[in-house]
């Protein structure tokens, strides 16, 4: 199990480092070349700029069992397809019971706008982002790492 993080835009890096560091992860930071991210205890894979271009190289990369970072639902979908767990940047643990909906309101947006709508944003970020993403990072290691050892001790 590795934490992979779609780190362009992403304001939890830091406290994921801090999760993977204290469970023994690895951890792979992934940007284009608009962001720059040396980080200790990270493994960091720059690519190209490009639509996109971030999202399948840590597609590529995955293992099963792998834990993502991702604001991005698509990515989220396309991790789930591959055994992995994703997580967004408030602390959301994707799953298919969330997934279908999200993508499907993320195209009505998309419509929205494309038509001349406008939409809100989402809340300004805060401190309780921050603990509840740690929080559920943290949740899924433990019940990752579990799920993992019970498979083993099956075999």
Same mark, same amino acid.
């Given at each position: 199990?590795?934490?992979?993080?779609?780190?362009?835009?992403?304001?939890?890096?830091?406290?994921?480092?801090?999760?993977?560091?204290? %469970?023994? #992860?690895?951890?792979?930071? /992934?940007?284009?070349? =608009?962001?720059?991210?040396?980080?200790? $205890?990270?493994?960091?894979?720059?690519?190209?700029?490009?639509?996109?271009?971030?999202?399948?190289?840590?597609?590529?990369?995955?293992?099963?069992?792998?834990?993502?970072?991702?604001?991005? %639902?698509? #990515?989220?979908?396309?991790? /789930?397809?591959?055994? =992995?767990?994703?997580?967004?940047?408030? $602390?959301?643990?994707?799953?298919?019971?969330?997934?279908?909906?999200?993508?499907?309101?993320?195209?009505?947006?998309?419509?929205?706008?494309?038509?001349?709508?406008?939409?809100?944003?989402?809340?300004?970020?805060?401190?309780?982002?921050?603990?509840?993403? =740690?929080?559920?990072?943290?949740?899924?290691?433990?019940?990752?790492?579990?799920?993992?050892?019970?498979?083993?001790?099956?075999?």
């Amino acid at each position: 199990m590795r934490i992979l993080i779609d780190a362009d835009g992403c304001p939890v890096v830091d406290l994921a480092l801090a999760a993977a560091k204290k %469970y023994e #992860l690895e951890c792979i930071i /992934l940007c284009d070349t =608009a962001h720059v991210f040396e980080k200790e $205890g990270a493994t960091t894979v720059t690519v190209s700029q490009g639509a996109d271009s971030v999202d399948f190289k840590l597609v590529n990369m995955l293992k099963t069992g792998d834990i993502v970072v991702t604001q991005d %639902y698509g #990515l989220a979908a396309m991790c /789930l397809a591959r055994g =992995a767990y994703p997580i967004s940047q408030n $602390g959301l643990i994707f799953d298919s019971s969330n997934i279908d909906s999200l993508l499907e309101a993320r195209h009505m947006a998309k419509k929205i706008r494309r038509g001349g709508g406008r939409l809100k944003g989402p809340p300004k970020r805060t401190g309780d982002h921050d603990e509840k993403f =740690a929080r559920k990072l943290e949740f899924l290691i433990l019940n990752c790492k579990s799920a993992v050892l019970t498979e083993n001790a099956e075999s």
